[in-house]
DNA sequence: TTTACTTAGTTGCATAAACAACTATATGCC
DNA sequence: GGCATATAGTTGTTTATGCAACTAAGTAAA
């Protein structure tokens, strides 16, 4: 066995996730402090449209790894707020593709200052070494079992 | 700004929680294929339970890292499956001790396994120097912001 | 001992997740 | 063209989450 080695008993937070639950639970509080009235699942979607704005429904699964029928009502979701809108594809009627709205586009700025001053606030603390060696880790992870 | 040397736009993963995510699902399949008929979240309750039986409800709060909400259901429903019973305690009736029924405690072996198994096949290819240092920063991160 | 405060647990509500089953559209092969 | 198959998205159901508001029980101080 590959991986026999390591001590399993101290493993099970991964599986648990609490360091990403944590994570996620103090970029909640922290846009809520700002008055930035979405969920951080909400967010993921968003910061994905920001980088690259019209992507399909699917291109979202893809980005953020949830599933078909949780994208479904999360841009259910941020229509309903005014965030996004979708656009059926004139190439293929098959794919909506959602672009941000006007104000969806100016959240960008104080929602990914919110997410970036977050991130410090996490890894206070942490060498930018093992950040990487952690980032290393997770991706390959992410890729045995995506 | 302690920690402005990092790439920001690598780490937002760590926020969304990919690869825990991607670990729970593998469990939830693994645990299917095995006939054990519990969710993940069932499952990270009742492995503190096989460590320590007749915890409290605040005690699965403290090491799941759940609300008292969510303790409240998950033992609801792990008692709906007669794998846990709830006695109130006598020295404190505010208190609810968790305790495993004998079907409860015939599922640690078999599940145990499948969790073990499940983490192997996330950790392929991943060296054991840098599990540790993954494991350092996750408890950091967790540490920073619980 | 009465009042205030704290702690343990529950309930209500909105959002999100996983999985299966479904519709609609596109593609590829005969 | 017509049929099988694949792909994009939606809907239904169960479970779980986060937050706020609540009840019950213990604690501590006037």
Redesign the interface.
């Known amino acids: 066995?590959?991986?026999?080695?390591?001590k399993?008993g101290?493993?099970?937070?991964?599986?648990?996730?609490?360091?990403?639950?944590?994570?996620?639970?103090?970029?909640q509080k922290n846009l809520k402090q700002h008055n930035i009235e979405i969920t951080?699942e909400q967010w993921?979607v968003l910061?994905h449209l920001w980088k690259n704005d019209g992507l399909s429904q699917q291109d979202l699964c893809n980005a953020?790894?949830r599933d078909k029928p949780s994208i479904t009502r999360l841009v259910d979701n941020l229509e309903k707020l005014k965030l996004v809108k979708r656009v059926a594809s004139k190439s293929d009627r098959r794919i909506n593709q959602v672009f941000l709205t006007e104000y969806g586009k100016q959240l960008e700025d104080e929602t990914m200052n919110v997410?970036?001053t977050?991130?410090?606030?996490?890894?206070?603390?942490?060498p930018?070494e093992?950040?990487?060696?952690?980032?290393?880790?997770?991706?390959?992870?992410?890729d045995?079992?995506?």
């Open positions: 066995m590959p991986n026999n080695q390591f399993k101290e493993l099970y937070s991964f599986m648990t996730g609490k360091a990403s639950t944590a994570i996620a639970r103090r970029l951080v993921s910061y953020t790894f997410a970036n977050t991130l410090n606030e996490a890894l206070i603390g942490v930018s093992k950040i990487d060696i952690c980032k290393e880790v997770l991706q390959i992870v992410y045995n079992l995506k």
